[in-house]
């Protein structure tokens, strides 16, 4: 029985690999968009789809974004998050919003396979390096859900921004503010939500619906 894959990036050349990759497998692309936003259309209307394969970045908005409102329509569908980034706050991200596994764009073709056959059957396909390295990202925060932080207006930017993947001079590029200003806010953010590094704030800002 062939798995009916769903394929989101924005990138023609890596549908066009992806859809090389799997020929000649079980593994049969029904549907190729190249936004979240599509994404998210598509897996609402197609019950055929047994699996959504979704790009993390992308210029209309954040592919993790997406995994958030397809796991809240469909909670049993299972989504491969894929990624050019190992990036522990995107990992992190991802397993807290309900993602099956992580692959990344170098992976090799019989790695991805057998991570989309894994997911296909509703198993978990992180690895144990994966989750180890987020563990205690995942094990916070110490702040229960109904504490108020009062992070400043700026400081909950620089939170959305940080939560999305972005270093603090990417963060200081994006809002026009210096990078020595950047880290202070992080400073700042990190101490008021008591959280020790920017991987536990993510998952903060995830779990308190912030992004």
Known sequence: MSIQLLVCDDHEVVRFGLASLL????????????????A?????????????????????????????????ERPELPVLMLSTYDNPTYIARAV???AAGYVLKGATREHL?????????GQSAWTREELR??????????????VEVPL??????????????????????????????????????LRKIGVSDRTQAAVWA????LV
């Open 152 to 189: 400043t207006q700026r400081e909950s930017e620089v939170l959305r921004q940080l939560t999305h993947g972005l270093t603090n001079k990417e963060i200081a590029q994006t809002l026009e503010i210096s990078y020595e200003t950047v880290k202070e806010h992080v400073q700042h953010i």
């Open 23 to 38: 020929q000649g497998t079980e593994i049969e692309i029904l549907a190729e968009v190249a936004s979240g936003s599509d």
């Open 113 to 121: 396979i057998e991570t989309i056959k894994t997911a296909a059957t």
């Open 133 to 146: 390295r987020v563990t205690g990202a995942l094990a916070t925060p110490r702040l229960t859900a109904d």
């Open 96 to 98: 807290a919003l309900g």
């Open 206 to 209: 995830v779990r308190q619906g």
């Open 40 to 72: 998210v259309k598509n897996a609402m209307d197609n019950p055929r789809i047994d699996l959504v394969l979704l790009d993390i970045r992308m210029p209309d908005g954040d592919g993790l974004n997406a995994l958030g409102r397809i796991k809240l």
